[in-house]
């Protein structure tokens, strides 16, 4: 089974409006980590935001927020005010396991390109 | 501050070659992983090391794969011989594990775009 998936391999927002990217994870570990990295044409892959599991509020940065829920295991990425230079690979990526315990992972996604159009 | 630093940018070699990738960690981190990402597979964990000892190498697809870390501030990947479907952009990232109240993000170098011919 999938540990990170993501099931929309392209979307398109217009310039300005806001965007949702989709993430589900698979865990039976009560403490675990999730992230959202974005990867541009250029190559480099640049971390954007972190949702811990124990975290009550969902997590933002800027124009990111992460829609945290919990019960479904989502943690979804929204944009708002949509940028071309939002234009990219977006990757949701997991960290499951107690580090020293043996089953530390870190597990990507196969993540979800974006275009913003103008 | 510095971020990781990767070098080669880029590398192409012939099949049968040696190949030694490069990696500065950002400083102060005590862990340091090894990505290899394709289009056929994605980003895939190679290795990881904490505090320069490897601690998890499930992921190197083969012996021809190697890889080293002799001090906090420099690690290396090796391969050879080299092969063609060797190809792929190789990632180093690193975090700092182990202290509580850290998210441990990992923060990527800018990676090495191989290509074997």
């Known amino acids: 089974a999938q540990k990170i998936t993501q099931t929309q391999p392209g979307m398109f927002v217009q310039e300005k409006e806001a965007v949702t990217l989709d993430c589900t994870y698979d865990t039976s570990d009560p403490s675990y980590g999730l992230f959202w990295y974005k990867q541009p044409s250029s190559g480099e892959m640049i971390f954007l935001i972190y949702q811990g599991s124990y975290d009550q509020q969902n997590a933002t940065e800027g124009r990111y927020s992460l829609n945290f829920q919990k019960a479904r295991k989502s943690a979804n990425l929204v944009i708002s005010a949509s940028q071309l230079g939002d234009s990219a690979m977006y990757f949701c990526?997991?960290?499951?396991?107690?580090f020293g315990s043996g089953t530390y992972k870190y597990i990507f996604g196969t993540g979800t390109r974006l275009k913003v159009l103008a | 501050d510095a971020g990781v630093i990767q070098s080669p940018r880029h590398e192409v070699t012939e099949m049968g070659q040696e190949v030694t990738l490069r990696c500065k960690p950002i400083s102060g981190h005590n862990s340091l992983f090894w990505y290899r990402q394709t289009m056929m597979r994605g980003l895939e964990l190679l290795i990881y090391f904490n505090n320069n000892v490897p601690i998890d190498d499930s992921g190197m697809p083969e012996d021809r794969f190697s890889a080293k870390m002799p001090n906090a501030s420099f690690s290396t990947l090796k391969i050879q011989p080299s092969e063609p479907r060797d190809s792929a952009v190789y990632f180093c990232?690193?975090?700092?594990?182990?202290?509580?109240?850290?998210?441990?993000?990992?923060?990527f170098g800018p990676g090495t775009r191989l290509t074997v011919l």
């Open positions: 990232a690193s975090t700092f594990l182990g202290a509580r109240g850290r998210t441990d993000t990992q923060y």
């Open positions: 990526a997991m960290r499951e396991g107690q």
